[in-house]
């Protein structure tokens, strides 16, 4: 079981930019898949990035590719969300969450360990 912790979160301008972080701990953490997702609310939650267990494949959604970027540390079981060029529609409670099995995907079903979130507003 990987257990996950997310900060960085809060209110931003659009424009702006945030830093995501979400803490690992648990033995399967270099090798598993890390991903964002975010929750709108009245909406369902949806796929946002993902990265590889080694960092050298990364995925987005296309509503962010070019704004956000995924990256992650094994030495501190910490992956990130780099959030540019903020917008509006960026604004939800984000999700951490590992995929042990290493797999590519985009599904919230692929992902079985997940943190608690932390809220992103983005003010127009």
């Known amino acids: 079981q990987v257990q996950l912790v997310e ?8 424009g702006g930019s945030l830093r995501l972080s979400c803490a690992a701990s648990g033995r399967t953490f ?5 991903g964002w997702f975010r ?3 009245g909406k369902e939650r949806r796929f946002v990035a993902a990265i590889s267990w080694g960092g050298g494949n990364t995925w987005y ?7 956000f970027t995924i990256s992650r540390d094994n030495a501190k079981n910490t992956v990130y969300l780099q959030m540019n ?14 995929d042990r099995y290493g797999r590519y995907g985009t ?3 692929e992902y079985g360990d997940w943190g608690q979130g932390t809220q992103v507003t ?3």
Request: hydrophobic letters at 35%; glycine letters at 12%; proline letters at 5%.
């Open 61 to 67: 959604t296309d509503s962010v590719k070019g704004r």
């Open 30 to 34: 270099r090798a598993a898949t890390m």
């Open 107 to 109: 599904s919230g079903d």
């Open 85 to 98: 060029s903020l917008k509006p529609e960026d604004t939800a409670v984000y999700y951490c969450a590992a």
């Open 39 to 41: 929750q709108a609310p």
């Open 7 to 14: 900060s960085g979160g809060g209110l931003v301008q659009a």
């Open 122 to 124: 983005v003010s127009s």
